[in-house]
């Protein structure tokens, strides 16, 4: 069975600075990896997807890498904005399965 | 482009009855998922179809749940009786296919008094 891990579970910032939030999975053989942002009473919203045989995907500030081998993957949010707050999922499609980590609550302070 | 649409976005009811939740996938998209939100659990997936057709149903809590797919463009979700456990988020989603990205929609809120 695959577990996903994301650490820290909050995390509060100043505005400006960078962000590193950590996920973990337990199985390697993934299909791919997909970061979320999920705003209280909202739905998920795709931030980045990485495929297996990648490394790493960027969008505008937000990084996203994989080390599929050891079972990790990071992402750095860069110059953080109030507007950035709220809840990061982390999940690994395995077997046409999500399966999702708890996340890290994000609060940036302004 | 319309996203995933789930309806009602809230239900609050009382423990014994029947609930049911809508799902409508995005057109094109071949796959369907259930998942179910809690602060204890976390986001866990419910039950998957593919063209229409049950494929994995083992997260399925017990016997109360049911969910059907009868046509590519609509889904039910069925609790019956509900339990005040049930409460939770119930989220639907819709990929093109197997392994390709899922699309979320915004969940209904769920409260069995």
């Known amino acids: 069975k695959q577990e996903v891990t994301q650490i820290p579970a909050a995390l509060s910032v100043p505005e400006g600075e960078n962000l590193v939030l950590n996920c973990s999975f337990t199985d390697s053989a993934i299909y791919n990896l997909q970061w979320f942002r999920q705003d209280p009473g909202k739905g998920l919203t795709s931030l980045l997807l990485?495929?297996?045989?990648?490394r790493e995907q960027t969008s505008g500030r937000l990084n996203a890498s994989l080390d599929k081998s050891s079972g990790r993957s990071t992402l750095y949010i860069a110059a953080s904005q109030p507007g950035d707050s709220a809840t990061y999922l982390c999940?690994?499609?395995?077997?046409?399965?999500?399966?999702f980590g708890a996340g890290t609550t994000v609060t940036v302070r302004a | 482009d319309a996203g995933v649409i789930q309806s009602p976005r809230h239900e609050v009811t009382e423990m014994g009855q029947e609930v049911t939740l809508r799902c409508k996938p995005i057109s094109g998209h071949n796959s369907l998922f259930w998942y179910r939100q809690t602060m204890m659990r976390g986001l866990e997936l419910l039950i998957y179809f593919n063209n229409n057709v049950p494929i994995d149903d083992s997260g399925m809590p017990e016997d109360r749940f049911s969910a059907k797919m009868p046509n590519a463009s609509f889904s039910t979700l069925k609790i019956q009786p509900s339990e005040p456990r049930d409460s939770a988020v119930y989220f639907c989603?819709?990929?093109?296919?197997?392994?390709?990205?899922?699309?979320f929609g915004d969940g209904t809120r769920l409260s069995i008094l």
């Open positions: 990485i495929q297996s045989s990648q």
């Open positions: 989603a819709s990929s093109l296919a197997d392994y390709q990205p899922q699309h």
């Open positions: 999940a690994v499609l395995f077997d046409y399965k999500l399966s």
